[in-house]
């Protein structure tokens, strides 16, 4: 979606956007959109209402500032006139509006009037069209309810009053008073108004539009203070009832027009109310002659205020500060005024500027719920905080490019618990492979040692064998030296085992591959390790296919090196289970037993050479570290699960093996 709009009056600070979605939520025309994780403002789309300038605890929204022009403008040869909003009093309390006057002078400006006066004559307008009239009509006082219809539901333009705001209708008067030559800057807490004097059906009214934040800040930078400024009444002519424009129902009581609940022939909404008076309205809900509406709640709490005074005490100060001044002033100047001006032009008419998105079919709403995880109604959580009331809204605005998918908090929580989950998997995986290339490592060190040392070791024992067996042959049967050559003999022969297991350990044979009957290898395993009494054999098949390229004798080896170790470690009796399971790509023997189990400090040694826990002379400490050489030229996985603690469950030890059905490439 592509924003060429000349009106931005709002713009974002990119680097402050922690995307809270805080101002999709209170964007009553959903002009903000998220892209690559940055909420920015749709100029095309923007009614100018603020809300994201004021709930914007990042202060990532900034208003446009216009301060660099209306400089220029003072600085220039035609003289420079400020109108001043009715709501100044909720925001200068700290000064009256005399002080406030002479403040504004001092900056360069020639006139200082009260936009209270324009909203007397525009109150005239409107109690002519109840009067004069019976054609339903929206009131247009407030510059960000005419953007909204004038986008979002430009079908109800023939139902906008023809009506100018109070800062036009000042604007007007002004010129009529003083000549065209003059130049004109509204004052004022709204920053949809510097949208309006942008407007193209108000050229010429308006020359420039700064809040009253950006007064202060002129004020300040002027170094001017309001204890050393002389006092300057405000120009003439001044406000009557106008004053209470900026309250809630304050135009309808300079109207004199009263919102009788009874009749419903005036309705007034405000604030988050008035998208929802408009939408009643367009379908023919609402019978009423009309409807007054503000996009704040009164414009005494515009985005353009500085003040963090609540709501009813700014309420309080315009009402005293109206209150004060009908008391003092010329009730009958006032009307002489009024009658002066009773042929001004204060008629406008508005532009289809139609914003609205084609929304999207059903089956496009559900792909994109589905995408975000929502498969069912109960799946759609409504939680809001994507900004958007209901997860079909969200899913809607994504559709027209206005959204995320990332927007929704439990998808987002779902795929972070994803990625954590792949992550820690991942994890897994790394710390496996470095387990086994450092033991890979280990092992072929060790295998270089073992080579070099069991082929100097095996020619001399060899020799040593053959002489104790000559020794042991020609002596006496109850020779006492008979004994020790047999004692010779046996660990003699014990060496040579030891050799003979470092040789097969060093050796560097490739695996001879040939087609295997998996099943059938098994069984053949089972049978070449007596089996003690006390312990019960169990054998599972669950092979789709026995079939496997292995190398028979060399995995032969390894089962029954496993199945050894595991009768060795049931010498009370037990249960061993052997049990087979495929994939279309692999084979998997899994060897349990019930035995002791094996400590954890243990498990990581397992496959290291001489490592055992057998007694001297029972064991080499070699069956592992080849059984775990072979798998792993067969290019597959051993791995191993323990538990020696009978309080944590049942006992025992448990070998997977698995093998690829073929050879890799």
């Not at 109840?130 to 539901?153: D, F, G, W």
């Not at 004053?243 to 009581?253: D, H, N, S, V």
């Not at 006032?334 to 139609?354: C, G, S």
């Not at 049978?527 to 669950?542: C, D, F, G, M, Q």
Request: charge should be negative.
């Amino acid at each position: 979606m592509n924003d060429t709009s000349p009106y931005k009056i709002i713009e974002t600070v990119p680097e402050r956007c922690r995307v809270c979605y805080t101002c999709v939520r209170e964007c009553p025309a959903k002009a903000i959109r998220i892209v690559d994780g940055q909420a920015r403002v749709l100029h095309e789309r923007c009614i100018g209402c603020g809300n994201c300038v004021r709930v914007c605890s990042q202060k990532a929204k900034l208003v446009v500032d216009s301060t660099p022009a209306i400089r220029e403008l003072l600085a220039g040869s035609r003289p420079v006139a400020a109108i001043l909003a009715p709501s100044f009093p909720a925001e200068f309390c700290e000064c009256g509006s005399d002080v406030l006057a002479g403040l504004i002078r001092a900056l360069g400006f020639r006139w200082v009037n009260e936009v209270g006066f324009g909203a007397d004559m525009v109150a005239r307008e409107y109690e002519k069209i109840m009067n004069e009239t019976s054609r339903p009509a929206i009131a247009t006082s407030c510059p960000a309810v005419v953007l909204y219809v004038e986008k979002y539901y430009p079908d109800l333009l023939d139902a906008l009053a023809p009506v100018v705001s109070p800062m036009v209708a000042t604007a007007r008067m002004l010129r009529a008073l003083r000549g065209d030559d003059i130049r004109i800057v509204f004052i004022g807490p709204c920053v949809a108004k510097k949208r309006e004097g942008m407007d193209d059906q108000l050229y010429g009214d308006i020359d420039a539009v700064m809040t009253f934040v950006e007064l202060r800040s002129m004020i300040r930078q002027a170094e001017l203070d309001a204890a050393s400024i002389t006092p300057e009444p405000l120009d003439e002519p001044h406000a009557g009832l106008g004053a209470l424009f900026p309250l809630c129902g304050g135009m309808l009581q300079a109207a004199r027009l009263r919102e009788d609940l009874l009749e419903n022939d005036i309705v007034s909404a405000n604030g988050k109310h008035f998208t929802e008076a408009i939408k009643e309205y367009a379908s023919g809900d609402m019978q009423t002659r009309l409807l007054e509406l503000l996009a704040c709640d009164g414009c005494i709490m515009g985005a353009g205020m500085q003040t963090t005074a609540p709501l009813f005490r700014r309420r309080a100060l315009v009402s005293r500060y109206a209150r004060s001044q009908m008391a003092v002033r010329d009730a009958t100047q006032w009307k002489r005024d009024m009658e002066h001006f009773k042929d001004l032009d204060l008629r406008r008419t508005y532009t289809n500027q139609d914003q609205r998105l084609e929304t999207p079919d059903e089956e496009a709403v559900a792909r994109i719920l589905k995408r975000m995880g929502k498969f069912k109604p109960e799946d759609e959580l409504n939680c809001g905080a994507c900004g958007y009331e209901t997860c079909r809204e969200h899913a809607v605005a994504i559709h027209k490019g206005l959204a995320e998918s990332e927007m929704c908090l439990p998808y987002t929580i779902d795929k972070l618990n994803l990625t954590v989950r792949e992550l820690e998997e991942s994890h897994k995986e790394l710390a496996s492979t470095q387990e086994a290339l450092m033991q890979s490592e280990r092992l072929a060190s060790m295998g270089q040692l073992a080579a070099g040392i069991a082929h100097e070791v095996n020619n001399p024992l060899g020799v040593v064998l053959m002489y104790a067996h000559l020794m042991l042959d020609g002596l006496e049967k109850d020779c006492q030296q008979k004994e020790d050559a047999r004692m010779i003999v046996e660990q003699a022969d014990r060496c040579k085992k030891i050799v003979a297991g470092l040789l097969h350990f060093a050796r560097q044979n490739k695996v001879l591959r040939e087609p295997t009957d998996l099943a059938e290898l098994l069984e053949k395993a089972v049978r070449a390790v007596v089996k003690p009494r006390n312990i019960t054999l169990v054998v599972n098949h669950n092979l789709t296919n026995p079939a496997a390229d292995l190398d028979a004798n060399q995995i032969l080896q390894v089962l029954t090196n496993i199945i050894s170790n595991a009768y060795a470690a049931m010498p009370d009796g037990g249960t061993l289970t052997v049990a087979t399971s495929d994939t279309d790509d692999a084979v998997t023997i899994a060897i349990g037993d019930t035995g002791t189990g094996i400590p954890e400090d243990h498990r990581k040694k397992i496959f290291e050479p001489f490592f055992t826990t057998k007694q001297i002379g029972r064991g080499t400490g070699l069956g592992l570290a080849v059984s775990y050489g072979i798998v792993k030229m067969h290019q597959g996985q051993i791995t191993v699960d323990s538990n020696e603690n009978a309080d944590a469950g049942p006992t025992g030890t448990t070998f997977t093996i698995q093998l690829p059905r073929k050879e890799k490439g």
